[in-house]
């Protein structure tokens, strides 16, 4: 609980500035969207830091059947990463500092020819409150965050890989069909509005070009992947609002 009391305000400002962040449209800034799919577009920034690419990413989705609650209970609990998460080599969990809130280390795929990284963050699964209208059926918004934390005990580059730097959320907003009014809700009445932003610094050096095309392939491939297994997962299971 003491660690939970070390990185709390850390955390609560992080979330907070993510949700804002995933709330605004695209914003300002140059935005482009470089993967149209269906419901699924994905944007980016072109940012480069000390010759990093560091591209922010801002990604929109829509998919029938599932909750908010359920899209950001599969990404955060450790037990299902593996079925979804393409790229990881080995996940830990360093620490368990509350319910919501869980302290990894990934050691992801080596995706040549980039060298092979790593990645130390915190995760933390909420609930998001609706400012607008406080009223009883308020959007049902939930949230993970996924970002970076020096650790001690992993040090950068204390293996091999290379230190990764990320800033992400996936928050989901549940819409219920008018239609389901009065009667039992059925997966068919949900639809769950979906967004997804990252920023990711690759830590070490590797070429633009090589890492704009691994993001181009990689990160469409997540969100479909991940979002096809939360579908498979819940569709026999009661609705979790
Ligand atoms: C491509 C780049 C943006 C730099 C990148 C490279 C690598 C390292 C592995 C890798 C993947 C692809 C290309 C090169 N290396 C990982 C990630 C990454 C890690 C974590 C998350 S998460 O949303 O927290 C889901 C939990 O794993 C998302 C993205 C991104």
Redesign the pocket.
């Known amino acids: 609980a003491s660690l939970k009391h070390t990185y709390w305000p850390e955390i609560e400002r992080v979330v907070a500035e993510q949700i804002r962040s995933a709330r605004m449209g695209l914003g300002k800034g140059a935005w482009q969207l470089f993967v149209e799919d269906g419901e699924m577009k994905m944007y980016r920034r072109e940012v480069e830091e000390d010759g990093l690419v560091v591209d922010p990413l801002k990604a929109t989705h829509q998919v029938k059947g599932i909750t908010g609650r359920e899209l950001c209970h599969y990404f955060f609990y450790p037990e299902y990463?593996y079925d979804w998460?393409g790229?990881?080599e080995t996940m830990n969990v360093v620490d368990k500092i509350a319910e919501d809130t869980i302290v990894f280390h990934?050691i992801?795929?080596r995706?040549w020819p980039?060298a092979q990284?790593d990645?130390t963050?915190w995760s933390h699964l909420t609930h998001v409150p609706d400012e607008e209208n406080k009223s009883e059926d308020s959007p049902h918004i939930w949230a993970t965050v996924?970002s970076s934390v020096e650790l001690p005990s992993h040090p950068p580059n204390g293996g091999k890989q290379v230190r990764?730097y990320?800033t992400?959320i996936?928050m989901g907003q549940t819409i219920i069909s008018p239609a389901a009014k009065g009667r039992e809700l059925k997966r068919d009445d949900i639809t769950c509005k979906i967004t997804y932003c990252?920023v990711?610094n690759?830590g070490g050096w590797a070429p633009s070009s090589v890492?704009r095309a691994?993001?181009k392939r990689?990160y469409p491939k997540f969100l479909k992947r991940f979002t096809a297994y939360v579908i498979e997962k819940t569709k026999n299971l009661p609705i979790k609002l």
Do not use: C
């Open positions: 990463r998460e790229t990881l990934q992801h795929k995706i980039a990284r990645a963050f996924n990764i990320l992400i996936l990252a990711v690759p890492l691994v993001y990689e």
